[in-house]
């Protein structure tokens, strides 16, 4: 069974997304896209809440970003 992960307001792992990927001049689809490819199950409409902080994140998803993305569980889940 995949954990759900839940964000708070000190530790806003939607918005940690958003910033990376932004960062890194991708799109939401083409995101969900390479999540799709590497067999993590995403549509762009829960990458949408998961970035706005209204849906929790399942940890396969949060690990399938983090290798897509290239980056750290700590920039991630970056407290502000």
């Known amino acids: 069974m995949d954990s759900k992960i839940k964000q708070t307001t000190s530790i806003p792992i939607g918005q940690n997304i958003r910033a990376i990927r932004k960062a890194k001049g991708i799109g939401q689809t083409e995101l969900v896209s390479l999540l799709q490819l590497q067999g993590i199950d ?23 970003i983090r290798d897509v993305l290239e980056t750290t569980y ?3 889940l970056k407290e502000i």
């Open 74 to 76: 700590d920039e991630l």
């Open 42 to 64: 995403m549509t762009r409409e829960s990458l949408v809440k998961i970035e706005r902080g209204i849906q929790h994140i399942y940890a396969s998803q949060l690990k399938g």
